[in-house]
Nanobody
């Protein structure tokens, strides 16, 4: 059974850093498309970053240069290192996955939440000003 579970959320001051984790079970993260998304109340879930089986990544413009996605294959865990956080980064952060390689659009891996079938429960990140 494919499952992902997020952890590591919390409260951090603006300008600070935080790392959230996504523990996977029932599959290997090296063989599935993985991604991080975020959502605030009343808004649609938006992409943060996606990573393909070969390590190719696609970051949303809003986090490019500040956030870094990584994998610990031995622990079957995906991480999101968030640096230089802004209050606007406050959201529930969700890990998502789908079997096989990521769908590509015009040569870039997907940032479309509809391409991900499996989701975690989310971890809250709050950035105080």
């Amino acid at each position: 059974q494919v499952q992902v579970a997020e952890s590591g959320g919390g409260v951090v001051q603006a300008g600070g850093s935080l790392r959230v984790a996504c523990a996977a079970s029932g599959f290997s993260i090296t063989t599935f498309c993985m991604g991080w998304f975020r959502q605030t109340p009343g808004n649609q879930r938006e992409p943060v970053v996606t990573i393909d089986t070969d390590g190719t990544t696609n970051y949303a413009d809003s986090v490019q240069g500040r956030f870094i996605v990584s994998r610990d294959n031995a622990k079957n865990t995906l991480f999101l290192q968030m640096n230089r956080l802004f209050p606007e980064d406050t959201a529930m952060y969700y890990c998502a996955t789908d079997s096989g390689r990521c769908t590509r659009y015009n040569g870039r891996i997907t940032l479309n939440r509809a391409d991900f079938a499996y989701w975690g429960q989310g971890t809250q990140v709050t950035v105080s000003s």
